[in-house]
């Protein structure tokens, strides 16, 4: 009698099953490849979609002499990290900044590790950095509060890292080209567009507004109505409250100064209707030209630099991906005539 252990032998298939899984691997490599090839020849770039994780590893790379940028995406958009490091030096800046976000808890953060001494880069955008309803503040703890996490599980630390670096380095794992949505979208007409911005794992996020449908400098954007939502953002902070955040910033930059540390804050202007609102919520004199006056650090705006105000108006808020290395460049001279500089003396 036969064992049941021969019979299913005996009815497994014979044959070069080795080459087999070869050729079945080659021509699924090359349908990927295939697509992957097509995709990116369409203007497809890979992006981050881990934004909260990006954020917890760039916290992670700070070190006591780092550069941090910190504040909203008009910050993220309009330096590019290369051209910083080629103009001034140093190590690559740490980008910290989040759309809607204020950089008041991170320049806290920083001002209480006694071991921080680097430069600090913040994007003081009145909108959000000196709102009294702390919504914008309340955004960037909670990224804070996941690092904290992460930082107790190295296992959090690497799925984070997985999450970012694997998916960015094929374009087809977006989520428009995978094959639920993009069958999906096909079926109902709608053929998926490549846009035009890209979040790189080192959480630089140009917006290659030459690639979307909007229109420089359109009516559109030159209207204040699209933009009134603003107006039920937040709440500005007036008389005490703005005397008290005025403080809290004014507290952290000299800390930082005292252990050798640097601070800049940069207001980068909208443009078209979006400013027309910004500057009714946070008239320029009240708030930013106040600013300036008492701060410590430099403080530079983005008005004053003719290059950089006639930036044709895309979105009301962004400059575009193209003027960045000069926007970049522009403000790292500007502050090497300041005397910063990152390289060693």
Known sequence: MRSSTSNSNERLPSGPWLRTWLVAGAIALAILGTWEGYWRSRGWAPTVEANEDSWIIAWGRIRPTSTVFTGTSRIQAALDPAIWVSELGGEPPVQLALAGGSPTPVLETLAADSAFHGLIVVDLLPLYSLDASLESEERVVDYLRAYHVAQRSPVKRME??????????????????????????????????????????????????????????????????????????????????????????????????????????????????????????????????????????????????????????????????????????????ALQEKGISRRPQ
């Open 160 to 333: 984070a890292m997985l999450r970012i670096h694997l998916p960015y380095l094929f374009v087809f794992r977006r989520d428009e080209l995978l094959p639920g949505e993009f069958f999906q979208n096909a079926w109902e007409g709608r053929w998926p567009d490549a846009g035009y911005d890209f979040l790189r794992p080192d959480r630089y996020h140009p917006l290659y507004f030459s690639r979307s449908k909007l229109e420089p400098n359109s009516a559109r954007v030159n209207d204040p109505k699209p933009f009134a939502h603003l107006l039920s953002t937040g709440r500005p902070a007036k008389g005490a409250e703005l005397d008290s955040m005025f403080s809290r910033i004014g507290r952290s930059v000299t800390q930082i100064q005292q252990r050798g540390g640097e601070v800049v804050f940069i207001l980068f202007q909208a443009c078209g209707g979006r400013r027309t609102i910004e500057e009714q919520l946070y008239p320029k004199r009240e708030y930013w030209d106040r600013f300036r006056a008492q701060t410590t650090g430099i403080a530079l705006d983005s008005d004053d630099y003719p290059m950089i105000r006639s930036q044709p108006c895309y979105d009301g808020s962004h400059i575009d991906g193209n003027a960045a290395p000069a926007v970049t460049r522009l403000i790292a001279q």
